[in-house]
């Protein structure tokens, strides 16, 4: 496997953020690129990328929290959050299962949930 030069690194970044719509920055909605910047200044400060998956997961376990989504007394129900991900998530699939530059768009899909049910109170 050769190496991977700047321009192709940069289009496949792109890529996981616009899920596979483009690979140039301009191809990036808002949200996207916000979330992007987000992640690579996680980096710069010597974050590893699994780490910035596990702080990404926990804002969402947050919330569900918040929302009181609980199995047993105080333990998170993750089958249900399992399943709101794979029925509602943009990508239909398990938590676990989403990258990092995924999980951006799936957070922000899950705090509009946490709004409205903070509306409906």
Known sequence: MGKVNDKEFKANLVKQYTSERGTSTKDLHY?????????????????KPQALINKKRRLL???????????????LDMQRIDDWCEKSGYLHKKL?????????????????????????I
């Open 96 to 120: 676990n299962d989403y990258s990092l530059a995924e999980l951006s768009k799936l957070i922000f899909q899950f705090e509009q949930v946490y709004i409205h049910h903070l509306n409906s």
């Open 31 to 47: 949200e996207e690129a916000d979330a992007m910047i987000t992640d690579l200044n996680g980096m710069q400060g010597g974050a």
């Open 61 to 75: 376990l947050y919330y569900a929290h918040q929302m009181s989504w609980y199995k047993e007394g105080r333990k």
